[in-house]
């Protein structure tokens, strides 16, 4: 099992930037992949970000191309996700999750299913 703790969302204005990370602990050997998840209300839990873990292979969200940076610093077991050019409409609850079964089988890096682990999230509001 791994444990993941978020932190790094607050409130910004439209057009601002912030850092989240999510920091790893516990079983972390095994870590293969780790993505950013939020949530709209009523809505499936929709991939933002994600980054295979030995190769940084990254992938996004058509919504957040261009605006966000995934990225991993594997001595510290954390990702982060750089968030630039904010919107309203990216205001949500960030989840961080990681993938310690699947490797290069199973889900794709955009199924929330491939992701055992999830953290509490954190809260990212964007003002206009």
């Known amino acids: 099992q791994v444990q993941l703790e978020e932190s790094g969302g607050r409130l910004v204005q439209a057009g601002g930037s912030l850092r989240l990370s999510c920091a790893a602990s516990g079983r972390t050997f095994s870590t293969y992949a780790m993505g950013w998840f939020r949530q709209a209300p009523g809505k499936e839990r929709d991939l933002v970000a994600a980054?295979?873990?030995?190769?940084?292979?990254?992938y996004y969200a058509d919504s957040v191309k261009g605006r966000f940076t995934i990225s991993r610093d594997i001595a510290k077991n954390t990702v982060f996700l750089q968030m630039n050019r904010l919107k309203p409409e990216d205001t949500n609850v960030y989840h961080c999750?990681?993938?310690?079964?699947?490797?290069?089988?199973?889900?794709?890096?955009?199924?929330?299913?491939?992701?055992?682990?999830w953290g509490q999230g954190t809260q990212v509001t964007v003002s206009s």
């Open positions: 980054i295979s873990w030995s190769a940084g292979s990254t």
């Open positions: 999750a990681a993938d310690t079964r699947w490797a290069k089988a199973g889900p794709g890096y955009y199924d929330p299913a491939r992701y055992g682990n």
